[in-house]
Structures are given as structure tokens and as C-alpha cells.
């Protein structure tokens, strides 16, 4: 089966993107930068508390997959979830207000930014402990695969240091052995947390990791929505016909560190020039540029509504209301 | 109707009845039905009754996974020792998806091991390891000490919507006992009063129980007078039956397998001291372990054990018949 392993930056363009599916993408793209670097901002200022790990740069891997998934195909993510959340569906004012504890939270302020769960949008888990997600997904994926005659799938989304784990091991051979149409979506941003990927293991791709267990895999350029919404589209049909699992390998730049406050000694930044060719906000502005659908004037007014959403959403978090001390206890048994 | 079976038929009896009553309960684990004349695999078939690979980790976590989406697992996990191999999927995912998603989820599953082999199976394989599940908010912990309550804790296991930890007893599993036919269910957090009594109160768990009861009737024969209190779940416990015995008799004794300061003697102890102190007339006293790994030696092995004459022995010490020890 065909590997594709192009370098950020030279990644090629698999099948055309439509007009209302380009400026769609960018818009949630728009929306989940927005709404990160507000989260960035409010921590700065120490109007925020907690764990928070954010996506920049990443952007485009969570718009492509997941505008093609329906609120019934379950997504599990990670400590890195804001962009899957907002992707999927869930409400941004309830997202803000959840990272900000507020009781109105998608999670009543339980939960917080690594454990998002929104299941009216299929966003059925997120987990702090890197790669704990996975074997969830592979009970999700046999729950659709016993379900009579549905053809809803499940998506999982995990980083390149989730790959070195056991667990990864454990799910990939059971959902290969089962055959069950779940979809991993790896984000390879080739840092594990504080070192780099290549200390940490010798095998430079996802993709053969899963070579043994004759998954249907794939590398793409993760900055490149287009390339990421060909390639899951095409998994997302095998998946739908109850063919699977998948792997789709989608290579990254982690924008900020690991966490906010994150010092990142152990690395350079990249130059401007740099992060313009790996920003999937700007490469597909410049592609809907070019293609004449999108003037400079309508990309603004993208980025501007986007802003307004954030800044609607974090009033309407601090205007949110607390937690009382008769709901501390309430959700530990159903 | 009831009638005298094993302990372990008990067991399966409900897995089965529950597996009949119930289209969305699925069995799996490793070595479960390895034969299609398997008679689970025979009445539900290979989708409901599978063999899983050696994977703790992603066998738990699966089962989280088919919770959240409307089935109610069982897996079978054979030793409770197995369970530590998934540690993160057993404390971090599947009591606490519920209360991290403000209530949205709820997680019915079922870890079905055993534990406390101590039959020569030395350190790996004889624990009674239980209170580390214990105190985890989230899960519930059932142990059954017979045939009945092994029947009727697995069926409510599978019917809660929360993970339990139904734990069965490995040397009790050829123990017979009268086993109501049929639909039966044991509710959790209840405690059973073994044997009445006036004197002392004896509280033990799983194993113990038999041996408490073993304690009574020495003491009897000494004019002693001992309640037996076997709580069947630990999560939830039963503290008012606890304490209301403690109330009449003034003297507590908990029997347990576990290790002494990772036993469920230990916390209710702490229950015990913090609400009914003034009930007591003499210290409360734990027969446990000894902090100890389980030794393979067979008279090692009965030497870090609790068993009828150590639980006879501390009844003594609190009455005040005995010195009592350092």
C-alpha cells in the first residue's frame, strides 16, 4: 500500500478542495487559534489556572479530520484537546467556561482542558495520561463494529510520544486483529512532552510501526489541510464500509511547548520564515488566494469573527457560574 | 428454590443469567471459551464471548471504550494481580470519566478476577490486594465469601452502571452452599450478620469470613458470644450495621487477608474509631497479614496468614482474657 512521507513545507496536493470546504476549514482553523492564543494570554495573566497544552500549528490536522465526521462517530483525544473539541462541535462558550472551572463548563468545571468530553458532539474522551485514550477507542470501534448495520466510526487522536508506550502496542494488535474501523490520527510534531523524537526511538515514522499489522497507513504533511482531509477522507470511506483500522500520520509543528510556561531550553524557535511555511492557517489562505476564492478583505473578517467569538466566549466564562460544594461529590457514581 | 452448588458454579450461573436477561452484556478475557463447545459460546456466540490477547492494559481499557458506548463488559482478568499491570486504566480512566465529564458518561463495567490463592502460589499470585481498589472514587469493590453472595454480587455487579471490582475467592471456589435458583440479586453496601452475637464483634471479608465463624464457635465452647459481620462490598460499606453491632457488644475484632496496613481492617478501623469510639470498651484489634510478600513455603505461608486461632486469640485479648499484645 502507498506510503507517502513528504517533508513539512513540500507536501503535494492529493485531490482539489472545494471553495466551501476550504473557507469552512480555515474558519475553524481561525477559530481554534483564537481561542488558544486567548487561553495563552489568560494564563500569562494569571486569570486561568491548571495543565494547559495548546495546538498552534496544529490547527489543521483537527479542521480536516474532523469536519468530516458526524456527531454519532466518536473522537477520543488527549492533554492536547482544544482543537479536537472545537472541530467536533463543542461550543466554544461552554469549552472557555470549562477551562475556566465555571459550572456552565462542558464538563461543569470537572474536568478542565485535558479531560473535554462533550457527548452530544461524539467527543467522548480525553485523557491526561499520554496514550490512555487508545484502548477506550478500540472498545468504541468494537462497539460500532457489533452495532447491526451502522456505519459510524471512531477516531483517536494521539502524539508521536504516545507511539513508544505499551498500550499503543496493545490497541494497535487488537484493533488489526479484530479489524475494526477505528482510525488512529497520529500527531507527529516529532517532540515527546521536552525531547525530541529521535530520543526516543529509532523508527522515524508512525507508519512503520503499524507496517506488521497490514494497516491501510499513511504520512502527510499535517500543515497541509488539503493533503489531511484527502487523506482521512479516503480512510473515512474504507471505515464507513467497515474496513479498518487506519493510521493517518500527520506531521506537525508544535508552535508553543509542552505546556503553557513551558521555558522550551531545549529547543530553537523557528524563524518567521519558517513558521510561515508550517502555519496550516496561512498555507491554505495563500492556496484559497491563489485559487481567487478568497479575497484579503474575506479573510480578515474570518479571523476577526473568530476573535469576536473568543472575547464573547471568555466574557460570557467570567460571567459564569461556580461550582458549589454539593456537586463535589455528586458525579463520582452514576 | 435453592440448592446446595459450588461456589464457582454459582459464579458462572450469573454471568449466564445476566448474559440471557441481557443482549448488551459481553464476556471476554484470556483463555474465556478457547472451544466453540464452550457453553457461553455456544448460547451468546463469538461476539459476545471473546478471547482477548494477553493485554491487561488494553483489555480494561476496551472495556471502558464499549461502556461509554452502551454495552456493559464483563472481563475476565483470572488474577487480581493482572489487574496491576493496567493500573492506569483500572484508577485513571474508568472511575474517573464520569466525574471528569461533569456526568455526562456513565461507565458499567465489570473486572472479574480472583485473589487470594495462598496454596503455595507464593508472591505473585496470593494477594489480597483489594484495598488499593478500595480507595479510588469511582469504583465499587464486591467480595463474596459464598456460593449465594457469588451469585447474587456478580448479577448486581453487572446491573450497576459504575466499574466494580467483583473479586471471587480462589479457595473458595469448590465451596458448596445453598444458591437461590434463578433471578438473584445482592445489594451492594448491605452487610450480613454471619452468626449473632453478644460480646465481640467480628468483622471479616471474603476468606476470613469462614474463619471468623470458625473463631465463633471455639470461643462458644468458652462461653464466649461472638457476632460475625461479613460486609460483602467494601465500596460501598456498610458502617451503621458495623457500628450498630459494635454498640451492643463494645469489643471489635477485623479479621483480614490483606497486609495489615493496606487491609480494609485498617480503614474500618478508622471508621469504628472515628464514629463509635464511645462504644468501646476495649481497644479494637486487627488479625491481618503480616506486611509481608507471601511467602511459597507452606508453614511460612500459614505463618503471615490470618486463621481461627489468631482471630480467637485477639477475641480473648479484648475481653480482657488474654494479655494483650505489644
Redesign the interface.
Known sequence: MPETAPRPGRSRAQSALGRDAALELLETMWRIRCFEERVAKLVRNLQLQGLIHLSIGGEGVAAGVCRQLRDDD?V?SGHRAHGHALAKGAPMDRTMAELMGSAD????????SM?L???EHGL??A???VG?N???????????K??DGGDRV?VVFFGDGAVQA??FH??V??AA?WQLPLIFVCENNGMAEFTSRAEHTPVERVVDVVAPYRFDRQTVDGSDVEAVHAAFGEQLRGARRRRGPFLLECLTHRRRGHYEGDQQSYRDALDDAEWAARDPIARLEATARERRWLSAQRAQAIAAAAEEEVERAVERGRGGRALTPDQA?????? | MAREIPYIVAVNEALQLEMERDPTV?FYGQDVAPSDEDPLVKAFGR?RVRV??I?E???????????????R?VVELLMAEFMLVAM??VV??APR????????????VVFKAGYGFTAGWAGQHTGSIYNMFCGI??L?VALPSTPADAKGLFATAIRD??PVCYLIHYLLVLEHGDVPEGEYLVPFGEAKIRRSGSDVTIVATGWTVGKALQAAELLASEGIDAEVIDPRTLQPLDVPTILASVEKTGHIVLADQATRHASAASFIAAEVAEHGFSYLRAPIKLVTALDATVPYSAPMEAFVLPDEHKIAGAVREVLGEAPVAA
Open positions: 466518536a477520543y463548563g462542558l464538563c461543569r468545571g470537572l474536568g478542565g479531560h468530553v462533550d457527548t467522548m474522551g485523557t491526561g495520561v490512555g487508545l484502548p477506550l477507542a478500540v472498545g468504541d470501534a468494537l462497539a460500532a457489533l452495532e471512531t505499551g498500550h496493545e490497541s494488535n487488537l486483529l461529590a455528586r458525579y463520582v457514581y452514576a | 459481553i461476539d482477548s490477547p493485554s492494559t488494553a483489555e480494561i481499557g476496551m472495556a471502558v471504550g464499549l461502556a461509554l458506548a452502551g454495552f463488559p492506569n486504566q485513571n480512566e470519566l464520569r466525574y471528569m465529564s461533569g456526568g455526562q458518561v456513565k461507565v458499567p472514587p469511582g465499587k452502571d459504575n
